[in-house]
């Protein structure tokens, strides 16, 4: 079971949208979700169609007395097949001053102990936080083993998010947990010039940190939200769809364990044979701010292991990947601007797994 706290102290940045909609692309690929909104203002509760006035019980009572009365899954709603969700409503903001008297530890374990109490039905459990770093999103983040922060490229403060992660390694370093962190570039417009130079800052910063799936604007992921389900049933089509389905694949492709053990770069001795070679591939195209490469020899992970130069011919820019690859048949996509697609210049593909085509790289 992974647990996620999506995170920023910033409101409006997609922390809701993303817990929700990442919770639907995760249940299309199959997985079992678990949403735990710690939000008072109850908006992913809202967004998966559910009153938080008509509720009879709240993470409040759960947050108060975890592991007595108050069980989580005494409060636990199925809001589809494979999506469930542990409510919130406005008396959470209550829970800070009910529990004032309390040790720090023993007010923020609350919600890891009723984490650890649930029977192993989730794969996933994503917890949505409120929009300041409070003993909610303390609890969260004590819960959690990874972390996603959204991060808007309509409007970035680079302040803000030192701030965050300087809190959350200081409080990884308090409770002997390590949490990986990544970021999520969120609300991203490529028509205009500060987002993608935006979106650039974020990965030159945050490098393999960065997710490579790019959130992009997306007026169905509103409307969605207002009908209560996942723009994964709401608009499967649409670009706010496939946007959450590359973060779910780029999520369940690389688990933190994985991520760790992926070599940065890989060495061999080109000459011989059998052994890894290098391996060029070109992208062309005169409007991409952003492209990398993904494919079964980097675990999926965009430009892991991967050599990139740009350079440019006219008004087209050209992106040279090397690649050291040992002999054998590859699968591989690029994304572009966060969007995963199939390689123009390549002839050869077959379906991936969830469907869409993957291009196809020999090499000999
Ligand atoms: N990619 C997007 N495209 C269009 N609207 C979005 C997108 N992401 C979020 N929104 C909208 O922006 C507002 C803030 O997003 P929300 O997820 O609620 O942020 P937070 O939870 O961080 O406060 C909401 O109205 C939401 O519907
Ligand atoms: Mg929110």
Known sequence: MRVIAIVNQKGGCGKTTTTVNLAGALAEEGHRVLVVDM??????????????????????????????????????IDVSESIDIAPSSIVLSALEQKLAS???????ERLSAAIEALPPLYDFVLIDCPPNVGLLTFNALRAAGEVIIPLETSFFAIDGVQKLLET??????????KLHVRVLPTLYDGRTRYARNTLGEIRELFKELCFDSVIRLNVKLREAAKHGVPISRFAPTA??????????MELAAAPPEVLATIPTERRGA??????????????????AGDVRIAGDFNGWVPDRGVRSLIASEGQTRVWTKVL??????????YVVDGEWREDPANPQSAPGPTGQPNSILHVR
Do not use: C, M, W
Request: proline share 6%; charged share 25%.
């Open 270 to 287: 080109p000459d011989a044979i059998g052994a890894p070679r290098e391996v060029v591939v070109r992208f062309k195209d005169a409007a």
């Open 324 to 333: 050291t690859l040992e002999p054998g048949t590859y699968q591989y996509r």
């Open 39 to 76: 939000d008072p203002q109850a908006h992913a509760t809202l967004a998966l169609g559910l009153e938080p006035d008509d509720l009879e019980a709240n993470l409040y009572e759960v947050l108060v007395e975890p592991t007595g009365a108050g069980r989580l899954d005494s409060i636990i």
């Open 102 to 108: 309390e040790r720090h530890d023993a007010r923020t």
């Open 168 to 177: 959350i390694g200081l409080l990884s370093e308090r409770i002997g947990h």
């Open 239 to 248: 670009i706010g769809a496939l946007d959450y389905a590359s973060v779910a």
